[in-house]
């Protein structure tokens, strides 16, 4: 039975070594409990480090044993690779560029190689497990190498990936020396997550400066794959903190606390230890109210509570003296001997506490600098047993864009945060209760079960998209049908190629995209055998395609089907055609061209063709876009047709394409065998007109196509048509 397997840096289970032997303790967090659903059912997995350097292979084998017991399998780090490769690369480059802290990265070779080398073992311990069939479910910013690593492994496997944190603007993402690999090591997925539509955008953004591969959609169409991806706002198991803050133990915590408090207010605020959650912030805003508004003096606390974490880390460790030393002062200035301004813990409570106070406090103050999500705030709602309580919310965490019934403030505005916490002190009950309804109703609803749900569905989903869209591999099998059918055939033997993007690669500069001798040579060869006709059907102008294979004996379909040659003949055109129409329309794109940098246009005898590939990409498509309602409202009721291409949009004569030239070739040889290779939308109408037993290939896999079979690009072309030599 296929299997699921979970994959992510720390497994769900902390194994500590104690005076007694080892420990296993399930690790708390979101995480652990919204997949514990998934990873304990039938033999599904989950792999990750167990979070202790191991002594011995004893140890390990120990280890490994037990976790098996629980459906989980560990990976072994080094305290070189947790050093280099978690507190290195992951924590101290990647984690503040993605959250807007770039002035923090370090840009270190050593973590970087220990980066690859920690993906590769987690790669090499997830294909010692996995089958053909399962799926594999990666999870966050510690492994985004891993998709492509198990791509290459297992091209089939269907595999998603998850982001907890956000993806920053591109321009962020330019910073880092490591960039493009970091990209195409996520699109190794089949599926990617992230908490918010922003984020999506951000990385779709990121894959097409950097990268060059278009989208729509959601879908990104690489050279060889096309690649989902999609918001999934991660939710909490609400029923687990609802019956925790209903629990007696949480009921006992509560009154203890209620007690020593007295009539004191309590304004919450959890983290764990970390610079872009706005702790300081946060406590010189609570300074600033209890200036300005000095009757909450004596009557309202902070409750912090910091979690400890990554204290191995410089800034970490820097972060923590900050906050302790602004608590001590706002403490020392504030204090009465009945009343502390800030409570202040460094350290981890169990669940019954930490529902005690989020039961207690009538206010959460969650005001992160940035942040994938958040589930504090949502448990802080699902903890709210009476409907009472107010949440002040970032704009900046991901939660906000759920929870527009919090407070929603930005966290550098102090003043704003202010006047939200006295706000918020004053809300009257019912409103009170008319916001937390309406949050309680979402977080309920979309809770981190239907946030696996929802993943889960959607990759399987994509897997049968991508396999109904998909022509049928080029495989060896059907390659040997083809060459016999080639040899067997009776009569003419038609060779129709498409040039760009078929026979040789994509160049910024389409000038520079000549052939080398070595395809020339192929395709001499190709139209010596006997009874064998090869057609160049192009786009490009004649005088282009003239000059650089006009010697050798092939047939030739220029402009997309109005020139047309046979070899050892003049250049005729399909049909009388009229041009006058350029004078008018080349206006039109030459302000486009003054609009887009980069942008330039080519002009043919009966075509006019805009081209963006060399423009900032999104400048590129947003004008695309502009220009080709502008020239479809210029050419209606004409006989023009406006095109669009890979990063070209054209303007020609409507009723002309490769298609209704390749038909004449079809009907002039009527050939015994037919082979028609294409890479673009302007090559389905050679397709679209071609016999039904024709062998029909589209270049670049993953799209929707009428051939009816696929080749991975030029180079596989050019293997194929040298095995016709043979
Ligand atoms: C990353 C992203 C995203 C905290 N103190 C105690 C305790 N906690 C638990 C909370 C909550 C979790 O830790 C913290 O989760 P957050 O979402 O707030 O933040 P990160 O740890 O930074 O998580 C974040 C998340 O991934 C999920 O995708 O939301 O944006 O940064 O569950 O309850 N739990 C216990 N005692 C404590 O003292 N038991």
Same mark, same amino acid.
């Given at each position: 039975?296929?299997?699921?397997?979970?994959?992510?840096?720390?497994?769900?289970?902390?194994?500590?070594?104690?005076?007694?032997?080892? %420990?296993?303790?399930?690790?708390?967090?979101?995480?652990?409990?919204?997949?514990?659903?998934?990873?304990?059912?039938?033999?599904?997995?989950?792999?990750?480090?167990?979070?202790?350097?191991?002594?011995?292979?004893?140890?390990?084998?120990?280890?490994?044993?037990?976790?098996?017991?629980?459906?989980?399998?560990?990976? /072994?780090?080094?305290?070189?690779?947790?050093?280099?490769?978690?507190?290195?690369?992951?924590? *101290?480059?990647?984690?503040?560029?993605?959250?807007?802290?770039?002035?923090?990265?370090?840009?270190?070779?050593?973590?970087?190689?220990?980066?690859?080398?920690?993906?590769?073992?987690?790669?090499? =311990?997830?294909?010692?497990?996995?089958?053909?069939?399962? %799926?594999?479910?990666?999870?966050?910013?510690?492994?985004?190498?891993?998709?492509?690593?198990?791509?290459?492994?297992?091209?089939? =496997? *269907?595999?998603?990936?998850?982001?907890?944190?956000?993806?920053?603007?591109?321009?962020?993402?330019?910073?880092?020396?490591?960039?493009?690999?970091?990209?195409?090591?996520?699109?190794?997925?089949?599926?990617?997550? /992230?908490?918010?539509?922003?984020?999506?955008?951000? /990385?779709?953004?990121?894959?097409?400066?950097?990268?060059?591969?278009?989208?729509?959609?959601?879908?990104?169409?690489?050279?060889?794959? !096309?690649?989902?991806?999609?918001?999934?706002?991660?939710?909490?198991?609400?029923?687990?903190?609802?019956?925790?803050?209903?629990?007696?133990?949480?009921?006992?915590?509560?009154?203890?606390?209620?007690?020593?408090?007295?009539?004191?207010?309590?304004?919450?605020?959890?983290?764990?230890?970390?610079?872009?959650?706005?702790?300081?912030?946060?406590?010189?805003?609570?300074?600033?109210?209890?200036?300005?508004?000095?009757?909450?003096?004596?009557?309202?606390?902070?409750?912090?509570?910091?979690?400890? !974490?990554?204290?191995?880390?410089?800034?970490?460790?820097?972060?923590?003296?900050?906050?302790?030393?602004?608590?001590?002062?706002?403490?020392?200035?504030?204090?009465?001997?009945?009343?502390?301004?800030?409570?202040?813990?460094?350290?981890?409570?169990?669940?019954?506490?930490?529902?005690?106070?989020?039961?207690?406090?009538?206010?959460?103050?969650?005001?992160?600098?940035?942040?994938?999500?958040?589930?504090?705030?949502?448990?802080?709602?699902?903890?709210?047993?009476?409907?009472?309580?107010?949440?002040?919310?970032?704009?900046?965490?991901?939660? @906000?864009?759920?929870?527009?019934?919090?407070?929603?403030?930005?966290?550098?505005?102090?003043?704003?945060?202010?006047?939200?916490?006295?706000?918020?002190?004053?809300?009257?009950?019912?409103?009170?209760?008319?916001?937390?309804?309406?949050?309680?109703?979402?977080?309920?609803?979309?809770?981190?079960?239907?946030?696996?749900?929802?993943?889960?569905?959607?990759? =399987?989903?994509?897997?049968?998209?991508?396999?109904?869209?998909?022509?049928?591999?080029? %495989?060896?099998?059907?390659?040997?049908?083809?060459?016999?059918?080639?040899?067997?055939?009776?009569?003419?033997?038609?060779?129709?190629?498409?040039?760009?993007?078929?026979?040789?690669?994509?160049?910024?500069?389409?000038?520079?995209?000549?052939?080398?001798?070595?395809?020339?040579?192929?395709?001499?060869?190709?139209?010596?055998?006997?009874?064998? &006709?090869?057609?160049?059907?192009?786009?490009?102008?004649?005088?282009?395609?003239?000059?650089?294979?006009?010697?050798?004996?092939?047939?030739?379909?220029?402009?997309?089907?109005?020139?047309?040659?046979?070899?050892?003949?003049?250049?005729?055109?399909?049909?009388?055609? &009229?041009?006058?129409?350029?004078?008018?329309?080349?206006?039109?794109?030459?302000?486009?061209?003054?609009?887009?940098?980069?942008?330039?246009?080519?002009?043919?005898?009966? *075509?006019?063709?805009?081209?963006? &590939?060399?423009?900032?990409?999104?400048?590129?498509?947003?004008?695309?876009?502009?220009?080709?309602?502008?020239?479809?409202?210029?050419?209606?009721?004409?006989?023009?047709?406006?095109?669009?291409?890979?990063?070209?949009?054209?303007?020609?004569?409507?009723?002309?394409?490769?298609?209704?030239?390749? @038909?004449?070739?079809?009907?002039?040889?009527?050939?015994? /065998?037919?082979?028609? $290779?294409?890479?673009?939308?302007?090559?389905?109408?050679?397709?679209? =007109?071609?016999?039904?037993?024709?062998?029909?290939?589209?270049?670049?896999?993953?799209?929707?196509?009428?051939?009816?079979?696929? $080749?991975?690009?030029?180079?596989?072309?050019?293997?194929?048509?040298?095995?016709?030599?043979?």
């Amino acid at each position: 039975m296929p299997r699921t397997l979970i994959v992510s840096n720390r497994l769900p289970t902390k194994v500590q070594r104690t005076d007694d032997g080892l %420990t296993f303790q399930p690790s708390e967090g979101g995480l652990a409990t919204g997949l514990g659903s998934i990873y304990r059912q039938d033999d599904n997995l989950w792999i990750g480090w167990p979070g202790l350097f191991v002594q011995d292979e004893a140890e390990e084998n120990h280890i490994r044993t037990e976790l098996a017991d629980d459906n989980m399998a560990p990976v /072994f780090l080094t305290e070189d690779e947790i050093h280099n490769f978690y507190e290195g690369f992951s924590n *101290s480059t990647l984690w503040p560029t993605f959250h807007y802290f770039s002035e923090l990265a370090t840009y270190e070779q050593t973590h970087w190689d220990a980066y690859v080398t920690v993906n590769e073992k987690f790669c090499e =311990a997830v294909l010692a497990q996995a089958g053909p069939e399962d %799926t594999i479910w990666v999870h966050d910013y510690q492994l985004l190498l891993l998709p492509e690593m198990l791509r290459k492994a297992r091209p089939e =496997a *269907s595999i998603g990936f998850f982001l907890h944190i956000p993806f920053p603007s591109q321009e962020l993402i330019r910073v880092l020396p490591w960039r493009t690999e970091l990209i195409r090591g996520m699109l190794g997925a089949d599926l990617i997550g /992230f908490h918010t539509f922003g984020y999506m955008r951000h /990385f779709l953004s990121a894959v097409s400066h950097l990268l060059g591969y278009p989208a729509q959609n959601g879908q990104i169409e690489t050279p060889n794959r !096309s690649v989902r991806v999609d918001a999934f706002p991660m939710g909490i198991d609400y029923g687990r903190y609802a019956e925790a803050a209903a629990s007696e133990a949480t009921a006992a915590h509560m009154a203890e606390y209620r007690e020593a408090l007295r009539e004191t207010r309590v304004i919450l605020s959890i983290d764990r230890l970390d610079y872009t959650k706005g702790i300081a912030q946060r406590l010189k805003a609570f300074d600033l109210l209890l200036q300005r508004y000095p009757e909450w003096r004596g009557q309202v606390s902070l409750l912090m509570l910091v979690v400890p !974490s990554r204290d191995q880390v410089a800034q970490y460790a820097a972060l923590k003296e900050e906050i302790d030393n602004i608590v001590g002062r706002i403490n020392a200035q504030y204090r009465t001997i009945s009343w502390n301004p800030i409570l202040y813990f460094y350290r981890s409570l169990p669940l019954e506490e930490l529902t005690a106070l989020y039961r207690l406090a009538e206010v959460a103050l969650v005001t992160p600098m940035r942040d994938g999500m958040n589930l504090v705030a949502k448990e802080f709602i699902a903890s709210k047993l009476d409907q009472r309580g107010v949440l002040i919310l970032s704009e900046r965490a991901g939660a @906000a864009r759920e929870l527009s019934d919090a407070i929603l403030i930005n966290p550098t505005d102090v003043n704003q945060v202010v006047e939200a916490m006295h706000d918020a002190l004053v809300m009257p009950e019912e409103e009170q209760t008319t916001r937390m309804k309406a949050m309680q109703a979402l977080v309920k609803r979309y809770n981190v079960f239907s946030w696996t749900r929802l993943f889960m569905n959607q990759l =399987a989903y994509t897997k049968m998209k991508q396999h109904t869209l998909e022509a049928e591999q080029l %495989t060896p099998t059907v390659t040997k049908q083809l060459l016999a059918d080639f040899h067997a055939a009776e009569g003419e033997r038609l060779i129709l190629l498409d040039y760009d993007g078929t026979l040789v690669g994509f160049h910024p500069n389409p000038q520079r995209a000549q052939p080398g001798e070595e395809l020339r040579l192929l395709l001499r060869a190709l139209s010596d055998l006997p009874h064998t &006709r090869v057609v160049i059907i192009s786009g490009r102008d004649r005088d282009t395609l003239q000059n650089w294979l006009g010697d050798l004996p092939l047939d030739f379909i220029a402009e997309h089907g109005v020139w047309l040659r046979s070899a050892g003949e003049d250049w005729h055109l399909f049909q009388p055609l &009229r041009n006058d129409w350029k004078r008018e329309l080349r206006p039109v794109l030459e302000l486009y061209v003054a609009r887009t940098t980069g942008s330039f246009i080519e002009e043919k005898d009966y *075509s006019l063709v805009w081209h963006y &590939r060399r423009a900032d990409a999104d400048l590129g498509q947003e004008r695309a876009r502009e220009l080709l309602s502008h020239l479809s409202f210029m050419t209606a009721n004409t006989d023009l047709q406006v095109m669009e291409g890979n990063k070209v949009i054209e303007i020609k004569n409507a009723g002309i394409n490769k298609g209704t030239a390749a @038909a004449r070739w079809l009907a002039q040889y009527q050939p015994g /065998f037919v082979l028609a $290779l294409g890479d673009d939308r302007t090559d389905e109408d050679t397709f679209r =007109a071609m016999p039904e037993e024709a062998y029909t290939v589209r270049v670049g896999t993953g799209v929707r196509s009428l051939a009816r079979f696929n $080749l991975a690009s030029p180079i596989e072309v050019r293997q194929l048509l040298r095995k016709l030599l043979a």
